[in-house]
């Protein structure tokens, strides 16, 4: 996972980042939310054995918590790209455990930096640095990566969204509505990730108990419009 790629986002960077963490797979399980609690304890735990890593400052209590803190951005992001903010979350959920493992730098804490995208020379922005655990030719190595940070987690999803629209790699990403597969199988054609099960795990967290449960949850705010989250084009 280098920048000299061309990629703003190696296949592997989520993995990368659960690893220098000391952190399980993020992609490999759904946490139950009644197990949440467990979840907090144990990332808790293997930060601080891995020198007091500053956790960032926005970590949601609850799957329904990120769902809905997060459901106005990704609903506008979701427009832009024709698509449901359903999939724009699960992918979230997916790259970012949650907000669990979102990168984050001691100092300047959490990058908001919601779906792992680095930071490369054509990046003007901010940047965290990130000590990671990167695999060449089966051998660790530690290295520390850059990714990009934004002020909030609106600015996350805004610039998502507009890599997503504007690199030619990613159109067939677009304009797929509710259609999970095809979403998440335009991802790995375009080069966001090649784990093979990548489009498997984006389609499993969207159609998960805890998405089901939080996006219930957020039908029945008052206070979240979700009726607005149909994408504007087909």
Not at 23 to 34: G, I, N, W
Not at 136 to 163: I, T
Not at 198 to 204: F, T
Request: charged share 20%; aromatic share 8%; net charge negative.
């Amino acid at each position: 996972g280098t920048e000299s790629n061309g990629s703003d986002h190696t296949a592997s960077d989520a993995d990368k980042t659960q690893i220098s963490h000391g952190l399980p797979d993020a992609h490999a399980t759904v946490v139950p939310v009644d197990d949440w609690s467990n979840r907090v304890i144990h990332v808790a735990d293997n930060l601080l054995q891995q020198g007091g890593k500053a956790i960032g400052r926005w970590m949601p209590a609850s799957a329904t918590e990120f769902v809905k803190e997060l459901a106005p951005h990704a609903m506008a992001a979701a427009r832009k790209l024709g698509l449901s903010f359903r999939l724009l979350l699960a992918q979230a959920a997916l790259e970012s455990h949650w907000g669990r493992n979102i990168p984050t730098d001691q100092a300047k804490g959490s990058s908001f930096n919601l779906f792992s995208i680095k930071a490369g020379g054509n990046w003007g922005g901010e940047r965290v640095n990130v000590p990671t655990l990167e695999y060449e030719g089966g051998v660790a190595v530690r290295k520390v990566a850059q990714f990009r940070a934004y002020a909030s987690a609106k600015d996350s999803f805004d610039d998502y969204a507009h890599l997503i629209a504007s690199d030619p790699r990613y159109a067939s990403v677009k304009g797929h509505g509710d259609d999970a597969l095809s979403f998440a199988s335009g991802l790995v054609n375009g080069g966001y990730a090649t784990d093979p099960e990548y489009a498997a795990k984006v389609m499993a967290i969207a159609n998960s108990p805890m998405m089901r449960e939080a996006l219930q949850s957020l039908k029945n705010s008052p206070s979240t419009p979700i009726q607005s989250a149909a994408p504007e084009e087909n």
